[in-house]
């Protein structure tokens, strides 16, 4: 008997860790990618050098592909170096498309690089020299052709150099009105061109600027609205830059998506007031990484989970594979653990307690009428019972902390 019961105490585990250690295998379907710019980053910072060798891209498409992501997403220049001539450039693209095809690989997001050659240290389309303009919106005419031949269905502008150190060098609206051009150009290019490309605007507040325009997706959400097509035009809100400019990042995430406007996401981490640390996915705030995996999955958003982030700049190049497993290992714990609060009686309980509907009321303040008004005044609502009855939040968020924990 007692051998029979520890038999089928195994046979139990050992089928729960089978299913477990599959549900935590990352797989093309979960839609995992990585900027070549995130597992190339050699560890380089404005103290001190790079620690670990340049990864080839055709290299990192291969590795990638071997954990279970689905694509990788670029910069014009992670691929194919500033400078190169047309000849180089296709020699780089065929031998990267064939890694790609050999990997069965996808580029969903490509980008521009506007912020690392010294021509761009003013602004690439703020920049007050007209000419630094024109060579953005050229650099960028070229960099979206490049996107669409290996695949891309987003644009992400990040405009690391859009911004200032000194207020008084920029003639203040013509900063945004510059912007706003730029991307209205574009925009006509892609239609023009009959591309099926879509632009998602990413914001920062700092760094490397001093401070950088429309510095949160919510100035970025309003600008789209200010645009020729704004339908073409959505968001790539990050992890980190809103942790930085102390805002809470689902938020803003609800927000774009109830718009219509979540077109990608940049999924890292970050402690908050600091530079720009583009930490392991889930690696500081797990709460706050769970609530927006658990939104996500919730919505069946349908874009890619995409990592812009790093490894630590201790580490060689097994780190930074083992930064890159991390981050897909912990978005699957947490869609897991997010299933569980779904099914978890307590929390459940908890939550329709606190969601109680009531149609009547509901219908009555949704839309205004004169015949609403007067039912709105008619009610004694005796606000003082009303606040008598706490939340049981506390009880909810402990819940919470032990199911992350574990020990529920
Ligand atoms: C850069 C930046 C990221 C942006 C990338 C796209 S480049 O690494 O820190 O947040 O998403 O331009
Ligand atoms: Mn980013
Ligand atoms: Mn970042």
Redesign the pocket.
């Known amino acids: 008997m007692f051998v029979l019961r520890c038999f089928g105490y195994l046979t139990v585990n050992y089928w729960e860790e089978i299913i477990m250690s599959n549900l935590l295998q990352p797989k093309p379907e979960d839609q995992f990618t990585f900027?070549l710019?995130t597992v190339g980053n050699p560890g380089r910072d404005p103290f001190g050098d790079q620690v670990r060798p340049i990864i080839k891209p055709t290299y990192s498409v291969q590795k990638l592909s071997q954990l279970g992501a689905y694509g990788v997403n670029l910069?014009d220049n992670d691929l194919v170096p500033f400078g190169s001539s047309a000849r180089e450039q296709d020699q780089i693209v065929k031998e990267f498309k064939q890694a790609l095809d050999d990997c069965n690989m996808k580029v969903p997001m490509a980008?521009t690089?506007l912020f690392f050659h010294p021509v761009f240290r003013d602004g690439a389309f703020t920049s007050n020299n007209p000419k630094v303009r024109a060579f953005a919106l050229q650099k960028t005419v070229r960099s979206i052709d490049l996107g669409v031949e290996l695949g891309a269905k987003i644009y992400?502008f990040?405009g690391?150099r859009e911004g200032a150190e000194v207020d008084a060098s920029k003639n203040g609206p013509d900063t945004v009105k510059w912007f706003r051009e730029s991307i209205n150009f574009l925009a006509e290019y892609v239609v023009d061109q009959g591309y099926d490309l879509k632009f998602a605007l990413?914001a920062?507040p700092n760094e490397p600027r001093a401070d950088i325009y429309m510095p949160t997706t919510g100035h970025m959400l309003h600008f789209i609205e200010t645009l020729d097509r704004p339908e073409m035009v959505g968001v790539?809100p990050?992890f980190?830059?809103e942790t930085m400019a102390g805002l809470n990042f689902l938020h803003g995430v609800i927000q774009a998506y109830e718009s219509g406007k979540l077109f990608h996401i940049?999924l890292n981490d970050q402690k908050m007031g600091r530079f720009?640390q583009?930490l392991r996915f889930g690696s500081e705030s797990i709460k706050a990484a769970f609530f927006l995996v658990k939104f996500l999955e919730d919505m069946q958003w349908p874009g890619m989970r995409h990592f812009?982030a790093h490894a630590y700049r201790t580490e060689d190049e097994q780190g930074v594979w083992d930064f890159a497993a991390g981050c897909m290992r912990t978005y699957l714990i947490l869609k897991d653990k997010a299933r569980q609060f779904n099914e978890d009686p307590e929390i459940q309980g908890l939550l329709s307690e606190n969601q109680q509907r009531d149609e009547s009321l509901e219908r009555i303040v949704a839309t205004y009428s004169n015949g609403n008004v007067e039912a709105l005044q008619a009610i004694d609502f005796q606000p003082d019972k009303i606040a008598e009855k706490g939340h049981s939040y506390e009880k909810l968020d402990q819940l919470t902390v032990e199911l992350l924990l574990g020990v529920r």
Request: net charge negative; proline share 0%.
């Open positions: 900027g710019w910069h980008t690089n992400v990040w690391g990413e920062k790539n990050e980190a830059h940049d720009d583009d812009d």
